[in-house]
């Protein structure tokens, strides 16, 4: 049986939100968001951020990027004090700004930012972005999406990545979204490539352009994060979590998931905490 807790905190008729980060939190237990993408700035607090099978400390300022259906929660020590952006699909899907699509779709693999202390101007670009979004003046979408595009461009600038040509934004988007979606009920590269009407070699020279990797090596690295996810937070057998993440005999599961780890699946689940300490 699953034991995912699902939070939603913004309506199904709003695609973008931004909100100071709620101060009284102190502690929760681990649960997902099934609909959105989550950009959290912290300048100030303390405690843990356990995200997945990772434990953050918190350590302002600071960013977490939270992507759909990952388990996070929350065990914080010092009052915080920062902000939080909730961005669905639909947000991405009618702006015209290619290039603020571009930004958003790079930060796939990023998870934790420590940021420098000399932090005021990302301060300020976040208080900016709350204040025009809660104003609700004419043209303020635009202004909305220029002051997004901002604060991805500049954290970006905290992260090195590689290039990505643009005519292959869509493809490598479409292939994240594959992935997480499981969409193709399969791990294997040619599959995906098939879905994207590519070779499985052009799929790859696009990965390793904007991530450094191959094709392979991210399809690899989503089935270990959901495999620890549902170790973690669920009670299924192995077989059952093997046969949700589209290995055919459990043995092969083990044997995979015990090359990447460096343990077994059993093992691991013994291993970890299942509440934050």
Known sequence: METFRVKEKISSNTTFKIAPFRKHIRQTEPHKHKNYFEIIFLWAGSGIHL????????????????????????????????????????FLEHTRDTELKILFHLFWSIEHLALR???????????????EFTSEQRFSKMVVEGLLKSILGKLLQYQYLYNIDHKYIDIYAQFIELIITNKTNTRN??????????????????????????????????????????????????????????????SYFVKFFKKHEGLTPSLYREMRFQKLP
């Open 51 to 90: 995200i997945d099978s990772t434990r953050y400390e918190i350590s302002p300022p600071t960013i977490f990027i939270l992507k759909k259906n990952q388990i996070h929660a929350w065990n914080i020590t010092k009052e915080p004090e920062g902000y939080v952006i909730i961005i669905k699909d639909e």
């Open 117 to 131: 202390k000399d932090t005021m101007g990302i301060r300020s670009l976040f208080e900016n972005l709350h204040n």
């Open 189 to 250: 590269l040619i599959n995906y490539a098939g879905q994207l009407n590519i070779s499985a070699q052009v799929l790859n020279d696009i990965c390793k352009n904007a991530t450094g990797k191959s094709a392979k090596k991210m399809i690899d690295e989503f089935t270990i994060s959901d495999a620890k996810r549902y170790l973690e937070f669920s009670n299924l057998t192995i077989s059952e979590i093997a046969f949700k993440l589209q290995f055919n005999d459990s």
